[in-house]
C-alpha cells in the first residue's frame, strides 16, 4: 500500500506541475458551464440537473476526449523516456505501479467533477431537487470516467507514443460511448448483448436514483478487465 501511495502522490503532483491538469479542469469548467446556462435551467426555472448530466456533449468530451488525454502519458512517456524499467527495477511490483497511475488519474478527474456541487446549490434556489438522482449520476460519472481511464492506462501501456495512445483510447471510448445509440443496425439477436456492453446503458440506469448492483458490477468487471489488461501488457516485456 506505501508503494501505492507514493507512486499516487508523484503521479497527482505531476499532474500539477504540468499544464495539463489546468488545461482539463478549466476547459471542463468552461464547456460544462456554458452547456449548464445553455440548456435553459435559468429560463425553464426547473430544479433538476437530469438534462445536465445526460447531455451528450458533457459526456463525450469528459470520457471520450479529456481522460483519454489525461492518461496517454501514464506509461507512454515511460517507455519513451527509458524509465520504466529503471522503475520497475526498484521494490515496486507491476500492479502496484499500474494502481499508482491509476488512481492518480481517478483522483484529478473527481476533484474536476467536484464542479457539479456548485450546480447542485445554483439549482437548489430554484427549488426542492431530488439528492437520490444527483447522488448517484455523480457515482455514474465516477464509475464511467474509472472505466475510461482504465482503457486509457491500457493502450498508453502498449505504446511509447503519446499521440499514438491518446488517438487509440479516443476511438475505443467512442465506440462504447456510441454503440448504445447505434444498436439499430445490429441483427436483433445481438441487441442485448451490444446494449448491455454500452457505457451509457448503464448510466442511465443509475442515474435514475437507484445504485443497480448490475451496473456496479458491470463497471467493476470493466475496472478489472482493463487493469489486468494493463498488467499482462506490462508483463509482456519479460517474455
Not at 502522490?9 to 505531476?14: G, T, V
Not at 437548489?124 to 447522488?135: A, C, N, Q, T
Not at 436483433?188 to 458490477?217: C, K, Q, W
Amino acid at each position: 500500500m506505501q508503494n501505492i501511495k507514493t507512486i499516487f502522490l508523484k503521479e497527482l503532483k505531476s499532474y500539477f506541475n504540468s499544464p495539463i491538469a489546468y488545461i482539463v479542469m478549466i476547459v471542463y469548467l468552461i464547456i460544462s458551464g456554458f452547456l449548464f446556462v445553455w440548456l435553459g435551467f435559468f429560463q425553464a426555472n426547473v430544479a433538476s440537473l437530469r438534462d445536465y448530466f445526460g447531455n451528450f456533449f458533457i459526456q463525450l468530451i469528459l470520457f471520450v476526449v479529456f481522460i483519454p488525454a489525461i492518461t496517454m502519458r501514464s506509461f507512454s512517456e515511460e517507455k519513451k523516456q527509458g524509465t520504466l524499467e529503471l522503475l520497475l527495477t526498484k521494490p515496486v511490483t507491476d500492479i502496484e505501479l499500474i494502481l499508482g497511475k491509476y488512481f492518480s488519474a481517478l483522483a484529478l478527474i473527481c476533484i474536476t467533477l467536484c464542479s457539479t456541487i456548485v450546480y447542485f446549490i445554483v439549482v437548489l434556489f430554484m427549488g426542492p431537487i431530488p439528492f437520490g438522482p444527483f447522488f448517484t449520476s455523480l457515482v455514474g460519472f465516477v464509475l464511467m470516467s474509472a472505466f475510461y481511464i482504465g482503457i486509457g492506462i491500457f493502450v498508453s501501456s502498449l505504446t511509447e507514443n503519446q499521440i499514438v495512445a491518446f488517438i487509440v483510447s479516443v476511438l475505443i471510448g467512442l465506440f462504447f460511448f456510441l454503440i448504445g445509440k447505434i444498436l439499430m443496425i445490429f441483427p436483433p439477436s445481438m441487441v442485448s448483448f451490444f446494449e448491455y456492453i454500452a457505457t451509457d446503458y448503464h448510466l442511465n440506469i443509475i442515474s435514475r436514483g437507484v445504485l443497480d448492483t448490475r451496473v456496479i458490477l458491470y463497471y467493476f468487471s470493466m475496472i478489472f478487465l482493463t487493469v489486468y489488461l494493463t498488467k499482462v501488457s506490462l508483463e509482456s516485456r519479460k517474455w
